[in-house]
């Protein structure tokens, strides 16, 4: 099974011949996602709710897709990244322990090192507090399950988009708007913040100096711009982003159905494990 959590509720789909997806609703004020502060303000309806998704089993590996805004991800460029995992650790955390508002050396920590040309490495870095990623991992463990693999939405998501050229997407969900620009295959740059609001003119506000500082800094313009989690506002983003941006723009989609702002992580998750999903 595939877990997503949102605000809003709590996404899941079980794998199988067929692949069945769920969503269970969170009561308002069940959560409240932050990177600083305790996440799981009514513990008890969590816990219903994702029990109400979990059948009663053995202990089971299944996937948990974290909201963006409880983590910290960046892109890390390095002129030489050392081979030895432990001396990689400890440098990724002294280059973010300035950039983060919490403990580097007491979170939870994951990177990659994307593969690159010459010697110069792009670390893709993703970063909470343990104490954060531990409650919501907590009812799952509780309910037989063991979150083998914990993951941030935006970067589950990105499955969805095409590989090809500068590509950059604007993920909405609540107030927090992720941005995500990939060269080709390569992340090279990730912004997650809680906006004003939805509004388009607050989403505007950073899409614009993001694509200046990409023509800038990534030798070119952005090829297009993907929306995710827009809902009945899509349209009309597309519309006025197009006009603004001068850039191609177009929603997010999946074989599954259309990728909103509390299931496009794990839409994408499924799509990066099988071609038909």
């Not at 502060?37 to 974290?66: C, G, H, W, Y």
């Not at 670390?123 to 954060?132: S, Y």
């Amino acid at each position: 099974m595939v877990f997503e959590i949102s605000e809003a509720g709590i996404a899941a789909a079980r794998l199988g011949a067929r692949t069945e997806l769920d969503f269970r609703p969170l009561k308002p004020g069940t959560l409240s996602v932050s990177p600083v502060k305790e996440n799981v303000v009514d513990p008890d309806e969590f816990v219903m709710a994702v029990r109400s998704l979990t059948p009663a089993q053995k202990r089971k590996d299944v996937a948990l897709i974290l909201p963006d805004y409880c983590v910290r991800i960046a892109v890390l460029d390095f002129d030489d990244f050392p081979s030895d995992v432990k001396e990689q650790a400890s440098l990724v955390r002294f280059r973010v322990k300035r950039s983060v508002p919490f403990d580097v050396e007491s979170a939870a920590l994951s990177y990659w090192a994307q593969p690159g040309t010459n010697k110069r490495v792009d670390v893709v870095t993703v970063i909470a507090p343990l104490e954060i990623v531990a409650r919501y991992e907590s009812p799952f463990r509780a309910a037989g399950m063991n979150p083998g693999l914990v993951t941030a939405s935006g970067i589950a998501a990105m499955e969805l988009a095409q590989e090809g050229g500068l590509t950059v997407m604007a993920k909405l969900t609540g107030h927090a708007l992720t941005v995500l620009v990939r060269d080709k295959s390569t992340l090279k740059l990730v912004r997650c913040l809680e906006l004003p609001s939805a509004d388009l003119d607050d989403v505007a506000s950073v899409l614009i100096p993001t694509l200046v500082y990409i023509e800038d800094n990534l030798g070119g313009r952005a090829d297009q711009l993907i929306l995710c989690g827009f809902g009945a506002a899509t349209d009309e983003a597309q519309r006025r982003f197009a006009d603004e941006l001068g850039v191609t723009v177009e929603p997010l989609r999946s074989p599954l159905g259309t990728p909103g702002e509390n299931n496009a992580g794990l839409l994408g998750y499924l799509r990066s494990i099988a071609r038909n999903n």
